[in-house]
């Protein structure tokens, strides 16, 4: 029961966490968000200034087990107090286009931030504290043990390998420092990059990864461990239990629907307006570096020919109680200190302007951590987003598929007024009774400043610019129109 309950607590207590925040990537209001995938987003950005003041981000998401026989959605259980939220059950998914079961659980709670558009450049600066959870390399016998517990009696007798099983997690805080350029403005034609520093300040981990792993359940009583190699790592909760450091890097284009030559962003005359485009197209590496946990407990484990007579009743306690185990069949080497990666990934983006105010886009996120690392494990995705977006109002309806589950898409949305933000890339658990496997949700209060002192307060500015100077050679609109 102990083992049916694990990863239904996974899923069902982080249910308020998210990860990419499809439908505020793409915005052109999006403020200090659009740099968390690719730094160079903020170059040029729309609003002169976006002062961040508080948010929340939450993500979860598993090929393991669902929620199912739910009496309401989500949002009727907020209403009636969540009298009946322990009601419905957890089932097993099927594993439709994958052999081995994953799991990922992020959430965020984010400090003030501000990003600040200077002529070609932008600078960001902000902070945020991020907790990280993965798992993956699950095989679906492993998978069966996890749900139904090590009584399973269909797999007992039978001798089952398993490799590249990993579990990692890890809680930090990041100080960030963001600076994004316009590199070149020419023709109809803008290039930006961009790059993010981040300094890390651990507060919890734990990792255990399994290379090989050969056992036997005989029945409800008796296991054996033919072979097992594996490594671990475990921090204690502390405000600094370790340091590290962090970076983003990324690539903008932009195909504009104007001339871009001389463009100076928020800095009087035609910067005083944005610069449209006809599309955009992004490329960044995100979550680059990691944490040192310096008085983490770490080491690896080799062990064979390993018996547990009643593996019901493994009153384990401790290291030592571990240690008092395996000590007949393992060889055990210790060590102080542990390095958790980032959960990095690479990722692209492309927007494409429909019409004034309405926009498609385009995105995905590929994990880059190696199976045998202890670096976090951030969920493949990819979206198509349509858009509606003015400077005060917009709306987003993200279509995503988790690790490229083409069979089991999940349907967003995003409101934003002003600088209040609500959204969600899986809104479904919230208005249906439909199975569970995912939660998603981010809220942001945020202040957007328009237009840069360089600009006064617009009808100033605009008369100013197109004021003509006697003397002046610059060209000068015809009285009447068509005449030479």
């Known amino acids: 029961m102990r083992a049916r309950l694990l990863p239904g607590l996974l899923l069902l207590h982080t249910a308020v966490f998210a990860q990419e925040r499809f439908g505020l990537l793409h915005s052109n209001f999006g403020g200090t968000d659009i740099a968390y995938l690719n730094p160079a987003r903020t170059a040029g950005q729309w609003p002169w200034m976006d002062i961040r003041l508080a948010g929340v981000d939450a993500f979860a998401w598993n090929s393991l087990v669902a929620w199912t026989g739910r009496p309401n959605p989500l949002l009727s259980e907020f209403g009636s107090g969540f009298a009946t939220a322990g009601e419905g059950r957890l089932v097993m ?8 079961h994953r799991a990922t659980v992020s959430a965020a709670v984010l400090g003030p931030a501000v990003s600040i558009a200077m002529g070609r450049g932008t600078i960001g600066l902000g902070v945020r504290t991020r907790a990280h959870v993965s798992a993956s390399g699950v095989s679906p016998e492993l998978g069966n043990f996890i749900y139904e517990g090590l009584n399973y009696a269909p797999q007992h007798g039978i001798r089952y390998n398993d490799i590249r099983l990993r579990a990692l997690g890890a809680a930090w805080t990041e100080a960030g420092l963001n600076y994004a350029h316009i590199l070149k403005a020419e023709g109809f034609s803008l290039l930006s990059a961009g790059v993010g520093l981040k300094y890390l300040m651990g507060h919890a981990a734990g990792a255990f990864q399994i290379t090989a792993l050969d056992y036997t359940v005989h029945d409800t009583a008796r296991l054996d461990i033919h072979e097992i190699t594996a490594r671990y790592g475990f ?3 502390a405000m600094n239990a370790g340091t590290g450091w962090g970076a983003d890097v990324g690539l903008t284009y932009e195909r504009t629907l104007s001339e871009a030559d001389g463009y100076l962003p928020h800095r009087g005359g035609a910067g005083c307006t944005p610069l449209r485009y006809r599309y955009r197209v992004g490329v960044s590496l995100i979550d680059l570096g990691g944490i040192r946990y310096r008085g983490a407990e770490a080491g690896t484990i080799s062990a064979g020919a390993l018996s547990i007579p009643d593996h019901g009743d493994m009153r384990v306690r401790g290291v030592e109680g571990i240690d008092s185990l395996l000590a007949t069949a393992t060889t055990w080497t210790r060590t102080q200190g542990m390095r958790v990666g980032l959960p990095t990934a690479v990722s692209v983006q492309f927007d494409q302007r429909i019409t004034d105010f309405a926009y498609v886009a385009l995105a995905a996120v590929q994990n880059v951590a190696a199976p045998t690392s202890l670096r976090l494990r951030r969920a493949g995705s990819v979206a198509i987003t349509p858009r509606f977006e003015t400077r005060y109002v917009e709306a987003a309806l993200p279509i995503v598929w988790h690790e490229y589950d083409l069979a089991k898409p999940t349907i967003g949305f995003m409101l934003r007024f ?3 933000v609500v959204g969600s890339d ?12 995912a939660l998603d949700l981010y809220l942001r209060i945020r202040w957007m400043i328009f237009r840069s002192p360089a600009c006064g307060n617009g009808k100033k500015a605009r008369s100013g610019s197109l004021a003509h100077r ?5 060209m000068v609109p015809c009285a009447t129109p068509g005449a030479k």
């Not at 899986?426 to 496997?437: G, Q």
């Not at 006697?470 to 610059?474: P, Q």
């Open 235 to 237: 921090a204690l909760p």
């Open 93 to 100: 998914r099927s594993l439709d286009l994958t052999s081995r």
């Open 470 to 474: 006697s003397g002046a050679k610059d």
């Open 418 to 420: 002003h600088g209040i």
């Open 426 to 437: 899986h809104i479904m658990p919230f208005v249906s009774r439909r199975d569970v496997y």
